[in-house]
Nanobody
């Protein structure tokens, strides 16, 4: 099990940037693929981005492709989400998650793929 804590959320104007961090504790962070999800008020949680355990592959939702970048620093047990050109529709609670399985070659993309979740950090983008 991996314990995850997000930080870096806040209020930003449209067009601005934020960088979210997800600090992991527990065993084998570097062996898990990681992902970011978000949930806006009144909507279902949706996939944002994911990265394999080796950082060799990434995958993005179409809505954030070209604006968001997922990365990880395995030496620091930390996952990041750099968000640029933010839009009001990016407003949501953002959560990081760890894959349910070690060292999978695929990029997990659904909620069912992930077994450990953080509590979330709120991102609000004003117009």
């Amino acid at each position: 099990q991996v314990h995850l804590v997000e930080s870096g959320g806040g209020l930003v104007q449209a067009g601005g940037s934020l960088r979210l961090s997800c600090a992991a504790s527990g065993r084998s962070f570097s062996s898990y693929a990681m992902g970011w999800f978000r949930q806006a008020p009144g909507k279902e949680r949706e996939f944002v981005a994911a990265i394999t355990w080796s950082s060799g592959r990434t995958y993005y939702a179409d809505s954030v492709k070209g604006r968001f970048t997922i990365s990880r620093d395995n030496a620091k047990n930390t996952l990041y989400l750099q968000m640029n050109s933010l839009k009001p529709e990016d407003t949501a609670d953002y959560s990081c998650a760890a894959d349910s399985y070690l060292r999978r070659a695929i990029v997990p993309r659904t909620e069912a793929d992930f077994g450990s979740w953080g509590q979330g950090t709120q991102v609000t983008v004003s117009s």
